[in-house]
């Protein structure tokens, strides 16, 4: 039996140090959170569970999105929860799960906004933040991959948009590139692969499949896109303005 605590429904705040206090106290298992931000919190706090303790209670994400005036479901508010994704990833051993909320909505009967899938009587309407979180469980791995990323621009607005995860699923050997960029333009960029060498062996490139979420900083009704490409352990990808892109290896 794990035993999941509370932190209350904020990211910090009394109800927040409390439930911590009193999971450290207890030495209890996991601590579920719940909070909703703005895409400018997501931007401005990738490094939210680095600082965490490593051997403390594991979190449980319960309830999380990004909140835009109005409450919208559209590319940039999942673009954002995509990069707290990353974020997640890179913090496995303390992020034992997560997950989006709130989950169905029918038209006409909603009480919350936004919601990740909406139907009626007659049809279901996946949101782009629905995608989004597909591929990322789909394509999540269990072995985090060091990386870094740097930029040759040297604001700080513009690195704080753009994020790489590199993850690896031990029982197939796939390896997941998963890059988001939140600019309003394309940024040309250049994966340096040599790490995984042995992977190629002799060849000179791998075949990989490439999935793509973008449009538009306010659609919503986004579909992603997939095609085959080829790899090597050094090669060129254009990321789309606002996007999120996924290479499976």
């Given at each position: 039996?794990?035993?999941?605590?509370?932190?209350?429904?904020?990211?910090?705040?009394?109800?927040?140090?409390?439930?911590?206090?009193?999971?450290?106290?207890?030495?209890?298992?996991?601590?579920?959170?719940?909070?909703?931000?703005?895409?400018?919190?997501?931007?401005?706090?990738?490094?939210?569970?680095?600082?965490?303790?490593?051997?403390?209670?594991?979190?449980?994400?319960?309830?999380?999105?990004?909140?835009?005036?109005?409450?919208?479901?559209?590319?940039?508010?999942?673009?954002?929860?995509?990069?707290?994704?990353?974020?997640?990833?890179?913090?496995?051993?303390?992020?034992?799960?997560?997950?989006?909320?709130?989950?169905?909505?029918?038209?006409?009967h909603v009480n919350w906004s936004p919601d990740m899938i909406y139907f009626n009587n007659k049809e279901v309407k996946p949101t782009v933040t629905y995608h989004v979180h597909?591929?990322?469980?789909?394509?999540?791995?269990?072995?985090?991959?060091?990386?870094?990323?740097?930029?040759?621009?040297?604001?700080?607005?513009?690195?704080?948009?753009?994020?790489?995860?590199?993850?690896?699923?031990?029982?197939?050997?796939?390896?997941?590139?998963?890059?988001?960029?939140?600019?309003?333009?394309?940024?040309?960029?250049?994966?340096?692969?040599?790490?995984?060498?042995?992977?190629?062996?002799?060849?000179?490139?791998?075949?990989?499949?490439?999935?793509?979420?973008?449009?538009?900083?306010?659609?919503?009704?986004?579909?992603?896109?997939?095609?085959?490409?080829?790899?090597?352990?050094?090669?060129?990808?254009?990321?789309?303005?606002?996007?999120?892109?996924?290479?499976?290896?």
């Open positions: 039996i794990i035993v999941c605590g509370t932190a209350g429904p904020w990211s910090e705040g009394s109800d927040y140090e409390a439930g911590w206090r009193l999971a450290k106290d207890h030495k209890i298992d996991m601590i579920d959170e719940h909070y909703y931000q703005t895409p400018g919190w997501f931007i401005y706090h990738q490094d939210y569970y680095d600082q965490y303790d490593r051997n403390g209670s594991k979190v449980y994400l319960g309830e999380y999105a990004a909140h835009a005036p109005g409450r919208p479901n559209n590319v940039e508010t999942a673009l954002c929860e995509a990069l707290h994704i990353c974020g997640m990833e890179r913090n496995g051993d303390v992020v034992a799960m997560s997950s989006y909320a709130p989950l169905l909505a029918k038209d006409g597909k591929l990322c469980s789909n394509y999540c791995g269990d072995e985090y991959i060091e990386s870094t990323l740097s930029v040759n621009e040297g604001r700080k607005g513009v690195r704080e948009r753009l994020v790489v995860s590199t993850v690896r699923d031990s029982k197939t050997g796939k390896v997941y590139i998963k890059m988001v960029n939140l600019l309003n333009h394309p940024v040309k960029g250049k994966l340096d692969l040599s790490s995984l060498k042995d992977r190629f062996g002799e060849a000179r490139s791998m075949d990989a499949r490439l999935h793509v979420i973008t449009g538009n900083w306010d659609e919503w009704g986004v579909l992603p896109k997939e095609s085959d490409i080829k790899v090597k352990p050094e090669f060129d990808y254009e990321l789309p303005a606002y996007s999120f892109s996924l290479i499976e290896i």
